[in-house]
């Protein structure tokens, strides 16, 4: 509803997490795939580096982590 009523698929929170770094942090993989459909930034890191592929992998989200490498994430970045 958020995102049909205009909202940023990539708005950070004060620490910086995004949406996109929500859901891999947390396994929710279809919101996942469909921020990624929305065009979510795959590589915003969090304020500390931590990206949402690093996320996923510390979690043991083996699915996640594959939708995120197969749309260009990295497991850091300089973003």
Do not use: W
Not at 17 to 32: M, Q
Request: aromatic share 4%.
């Amino acid at each position: 509803m958020l995102l049909a009523n205009g909202a940023s698929v990539d708005h950070a929170m004060n620490i910086g997490a995004t949406p996109l770094f929500v859901a891999s942090e947390n396994g929710h993989e279809y919101i996942a795939e469909l921020l990624l459909a929305k065009r979510a930034s795959v590589n915003n890191a969090m304020n500390d580096g931590t990206t949402p592929l690093l996320i996923a992998c510390q979690n043991g989200y083996e699915d996640i982590a594959k939708l995120l490498l197969a749309n260009g994430a990295n497991l850091v970045t300089d973003e």
